[in-house]
């Protein structure tokens, strides 16, 4: 009998022993960062038996789905048009990413209720189609309303379609009543990416954070406002956050169409046939967009890359507006070397946000940005939820994406990029009514706070 249990210890530590060596193949083979393997392998080497299952399930950055071919309209260019030679523009256009579109109206929303206004607005417009995808769904009167004027619409036979991330809208997951009258009324509502459906196929690390809200394939909103009363509602609100969202209307929402059409495809096996500029021949207004997917199915990481190679290229200033900041090596020296090349670096977040371990996990990092000179202006009044990036006074980034690993490797994320000055300075103004009132100091490092924020650098890069 001892004879057998020990066979079977061998056995379970060479299986181990192989799963171990699997990972850490496939790290090198897939190249991750080595701050990322390092960080993998010390939770391997403490706890084993834990960290190697995990890393499966939270680990792997990339994979292949199927999907509808040229979902995103990619093509290679290999010119670049002079009269915008913008360093992100190139980095994207080089990596498939489509070119940006001039035949653009812009609006930039920046207050819940006005953004709610736009959005309840478009809903009752709408005669054809009403796409939604968005990755926080709350339960409460604010989407109460939403759902209402969206079954009101399936029954007038306008076309339906809600997309919800799973685990980011958890609650009404496991509580789908929500939604039987949208359901009765002709309207489809699919979870990305099921939590517990087809557990095999799905990655729960894989999360869907884009927000895009479109209507009759004419106009779109998007940005970083998912729905529910934190974020946007008809009525002032003590607890909303801070956040944007922004109108287009124009060529480049047929880059978000195609981008929903692909993700509903994977979700819902149903088909929906992607949009060209072609298609759209009205005048909309003169403003530069260029749409920048990223996420596990997208090949390469050309919207961090653009991240990057737009720091670089900065000439005069860096502004930063993220709720959550937990750069990799790269990002963080590349801010550092910004400030050394005397460029003005403003980092703007939430002096205490809504998650604990990430506060823990910046604070590391904030030092360092702050040891360097770099401004860190951290606003106590609300949560900040905002994502912007302003280059100059020739780009700005919007979108969905933090600065964390996070959302820079493993969601589905989108994000525009605006060349307009107007838009630039329009952002500008916004995120100057931050610094005014931001408090520059970090919190005092007693030695609990700096052990504790030691203890989860270290595990940074999975978070």
């Known amino acids: ?31 991750q960062k080595p701050t990322s393997m390092m960080a993998w392998l010390l939770a391997i080497i403490l706890i084993p038996y834990v960290a190697v299952p995990c890393y499966f399930i939270f680990g792997i950055r990339k994979h292949r789905r ?32 489509p070119a940006p579109t001039s035949n653009n109206h812009f609006e930039l929303y920046l207050d819940g209720i006005d953004a709610y206004e736009a959005l309840i607005k478009h809903i009752h417009k709408a005669q054809h189609s009403i796409y939604i995808s968005t990755y926080v769904f709350q339960n409460d009167h604010v989407t109460l309303r939403l759902l209402a004027a969206l079954t009101e619409k399936a029954k007038q036979g306008v076309t339906v379609k809600l997309l919800i991330d799973s685990l980011g809208s958890y609650r009404v997951y496991f509580n789908q009543r929500t939604f039987r009258h949208l359901r009765r009324a002709g309207g489809k509502v699919c979870f990305f990416m099921p939590i517990i459906q087809m557990p095999f196929r799905n990655y729960i690390n894989f999360r869907n954070h884009r927000k895009i809200y479109l209507f009759d394939n004419h106009s779109l909103l998007t940005g970083g406002m998912n729905l529910g009363d934190e974020y946007l509602g008809p009525t002032h609100c003590n607890k909303r956050w801070d956040d944007i969202l922004f109108k287009i209307e124009g060529h480049a929402v047929c880059h978000f169409h195609n981008i929903f059409a692909s993700d509903w495809e994977y979700s819902a096996k149903e088909h929906i046939p992607n949009m060209t500029e072609v298609s759209m021949k009205k005048y909309y207004g003169q403003n530069l967009l260029q749409v920048a997917p990223s996420g596990p199915d997208i090949p390469n990481d050309a919207l961090y890359e653009s991240l990057i190679a737009g720091i670089y290229a900065a000439q005069t200033r860096i502004w930063i507006v993220t709720p959550y900041f937990v750069p990799s090596d ?17 980092l703007i977040t939430p002096k205490v946000s809504n998650h604990l371990i990430a506060d823990l996990a910046r604070s590391n990092y904030m030092r360092q940005l702050a040891k360097t000179g770099i401004e860190i202006a951290l606003f106590d009044k609300k949560m900040i939820h905002a994502k912007a990036v302003l280059f100059d006074d020739t780009a700005v980034m919007l979108g969905s994406v933090n600065l964390d690993n996070r959302s820079l490797f493993l969601n589905y994320e989108v994000v525009t990029y605006a060349y307009e000055k107007a838009i630039i300075i329009q952002v500008e103004n916004w995120m100057s009514e931050f610094l005014k009132d931001a408090d520059k100091q970090l919190p005092s490092l007693n030695r609990a706070r700096k052990l504790g924020e030691n203890m989860v650098k270290l595990l940074a890069p999975l978070l």
């Open 66 to 97: 199927k999907r509808h071919k040229h979902v995103f309209n990619l093509r290679k260019i290999d010119h670049v048009d002079a009269s915008h030679p913008h360093t992100i523009r190139t980095i994207l256009i080089n990596q498939d990413i």
């Open 1 to 31: 009998m001892n004879f057998f249990k020990l066979i079977e210890l061998h056995t379970f530590l060479l299986i181990c022993e192989i799963l171990i060596l699997i990972v850490v193949i496939r790290m090198v083979a897939e190249k």
């Open 330 to 346: 790269s990002l963080l020296e590349a801010l550092q070397i910004a400030y050394y090349r005397g460029l003005d670096v403003k």
